[in-house]
T-cell receptor, first 118, second 113 residues
């Protein structure tokens, strides 16, 4: 069974600084997808960034980028120029790739609570 | 555009009472639908998912059940709530096909007393 581990329950960063959130996973599959989701206080969970395992290039979305190390099964999220609005719970998630009739089930880590300090 | 609605937002129920949480999706057809439970320090646990009307898969044995009476409606139920059913429940949807993003509702906080 696949598992996702986020070893940092809480982190803090100063506004405008850079912070990296860690995530490791365990799977015997070769094809899969990895996600970072953001859950702001009292707000809906939204997708931050998505990585396809067969792509070696790291995904980027504006100030958000990942460091995907497939051999090490590591998928860290880097937030550059942190803003107050980045304060949220961040979840790393794994999705198996199933050709035909994909159920798109997400397996989540326990989350990292990020506080951006002014 | 697609939207997802989930209600009620907050619910306080006594032990042994029934439960019904509802979720509807608008703006898409034949979505995959999911119920997750979020507990402090434990991330999100997938409870049920559905790939079509009347098709329900359960991920963990529990006191809850799910139903999908219409294409874009997903209901989480219990006949008799337990204290351990307290938590934050999230409904989500995705389009079919591998790697599709999940879109989440705003959640329902259930407290069982």
């Amino acid at each position: 069974a696949q598992t996702v581990t986020q070893s940092q329950p809480e982190m803090s960063v100063q506004e405008a600084e850079t912070v990296t959130l860690s995530c490791t996973y365990d799977t015997s599959e070769n094809n899969y997808y990895l996600f970072w989701y953001k859950q702001p206080p009292s707000r809906q969970m939204i997708l931050v960034i998505r990585q396809e395992a067969y792509k070696q290039q790291n995904a980027t979305e504006n100030r958000f980028s990942v460091n995907f190390q497939k051999a090490a099964k590591s998928f860290s999220l880097k937030i550059s120029d942190s803003q107050l609005g980045d304060t949220a719970m961040y979840f790393c998630a794994f999705m198996n790739s199933q050709m035909g009739g994909a159920t798109n089930k997400l397996i989540f880590g326990t989350g990292t609570l990020l506080a951006v300090q002014p | 555009s697609q939207t997802i609605h989930q209600w009620p937002a907050t619910l306080v129920q006594p032990v042994g009472s029934p439960l019904s949480l509802e979720c509807t999706v608008e703006g898409t057809s034949n979505p995959n639908l999911y119920w997750y439970r979020q507990a402090a320090g434990r991330g999100l646990q997938l409870l049920f998912y559905s790939v079509g009307i009347g098709q329900i898969s359960s991920e963990v044995p529990q006191n809850l059940s799910a139903s999908r009476p219409q294409d874009r409606q997903f209901i989480l139920s219990s006949k008799k709530l337990l204290l351990s059913d307290s938590g934050f429940y999230l409904c989500a949807w995705s389009v079919g096909g591998p790697g599709g993003e999940l879109f989440f509702g705003e959640g329902s906080r259930l407290t069982v007393l």
